[in-house]
């Protein structure tokens, strides 16, 4: 078996799919479908784990390929907190948990609509709004007024 640390987590072991190769600087490792292991992985994590570690939410935050800052934008959270998360200096909030779980499920599921919402969401300008909303009934029912 071949213990798999290299996606930053300590409790994988590859019974397969790995081969040893020789390295001009030493004995190296090649795994096949390093995308379908990962996927695995990050699966397991989500529908298993009763609460994310910070290696864990480091491990799914580089399979959604986002930089810290624009996670923490879209869970509506500063850098730092992330950055805290990652480095086990402090623990992740449930909210925060579920949506990252959610956004990773739906990037593996290939729907993105969940993670286009949440962008929305987070770039409303609240400065902008305003309180009044006028609405008018049509032929066609209840619609935001012109």
């Known amino acids: 078996m071949f213990h798999y640390t290299s996606c930053g987590l300590q409790n994988i072991w590859l019974r397969n799919g790995y081969r040893k190769v020789q390295t001009p600087y030493g004995l190296g490792s090649s795994i096949s479908d390093l995308e379908g292991l990962h996927a695995v992985i990050g699966m397991h994590i989500v529908n298993t784990k009763p609460k994310l570690s910070g290696a864990e939410v480091r ?8 930089p810290q800052v624009q996670l923490a934008q879209l869970l509506g959270v500063s850098e730092v907190s992330v950055r805290g998360w990652e480095n086990h200096r402090t623990k992740i909030s449930k909210p925060a948990d579920k949506i990252l779980r959610l956004l990773y499920s739906q990037h593996i599921n290939g729907d993105g609509d969940t993670k286009e919402f949440i962008e929305r969401l987070s770039y409303l300008n609240r400065a902008e709004y305003t309180q009044k909303f006028e609405i ?11």
């Open 59 to 66: 491990f799914l935050r580089k399979e959604l390929d986002l």
């Open 136 to 146: 008018e009934e049509s032929d066609r029912g209840w619609q935001e007024a012109a």
